[in-house]
């Protein structure tokens, strides 16, 4: 089924296309990350049996030439800890001037346990080179990482590297969207805070998107947790699956194959440990530092998009604030955009 107008306001809400079988255009397939079922993960209760998991797992590609994609997070970190003497890669962004903190506790990491570091240099050219590839294959606009993804694995794969070591999953896993898990949210409330950008915001012909949250409706209430298992799993996944295909790359994920036995202690952290069986396995792993705070993945849409004006096809509002926007929503915006313009040029300035 061809539907321009909810595949753009899928995109803008969820960052992919929630309903598989709705397409932008007539020969064009995206694809979405499929998570692994439930009956098919490891119980674990303990931080160390998360890390004994980890290192089962990652033993069996020890006759493979690993790379790693180490950011400055706890892990990143934790899985490195696990592959002495391989090759990690770094994202430095804007000759590293962004987010320098990410890259001193990196090389920490890396020299903890002997790995070789490269850095990943990332600015627009990273963009401009790399947005187009993974948009064609996943038929649809893609999250702001996926660029920089795919030239750290191009760039690792030039090196040698036979599969890649991700941490992308433990977030949800093991609850790390403290955000999120912050309070019982009403269904308005969850609606409004989770959706990334309003499509009703930026869109002339904007489509209603609530009828994914109806689906988790407890009577005013909504079952977040569910909601995040189910959407959230395939909308982050998707971006590294895309990325790492589109360069012909195998990647792991140890946290992806993991469930946590017990229900999340809630409490916990809504009081200030988000993650807790994992801060625990870091400060094992990494007796000698602080256990660092939750980063995302750095991009520095913020600086990319400071002096954009906005989009101009004619699918979206006129005259639209950009500053109300973050630099996130903006990438949206100038990803969509772009994607429309692959696929249905459209002749302005005349």
Known sequence: MIDKDFCMSSYLAFRYIEKEDVEFYKGLKHYNYIP???NKKILVENADQIGEEIKSYLEEFKDRKRGILLSGGMDSAICASYMNGCDAYT???LGGDFQSEELERAKYYADFYKLNLHYVDIDWDTVEKYVEPVMRAKGAPVHSIEPQILQAA???KDDGIEIMVVGESSDLVFGGMDGLLSKDWTFDEFMDRYI???PEDVLKNAVDMSYLFERYRK?????FLTFMDDVFSVESSSSYMNAFAVADMPYIDPYARLKMKNELDLNRIRNGEPKYLIRELMAKRYPDISVPNKVPMPRPVDYYFAEWQGPVRHEFKNNLDMSKFSGNQ???MYCLERF???YEPEIRGV
């Open 36 to 38: 692994i079922p439930d």
């Open 91 to 93: 994202f430095r962004f």
């Open 154 to 156: 191009l760039q690792a």
């Open 196 to 198: 990334f950008t309003k």
């Open 219 to 223: 009577g005013e209430m909504v079952d």
């Open 330 to 332: 903006k990438w949206q």
């Open 340 to 342: 429309l313009d692959l």
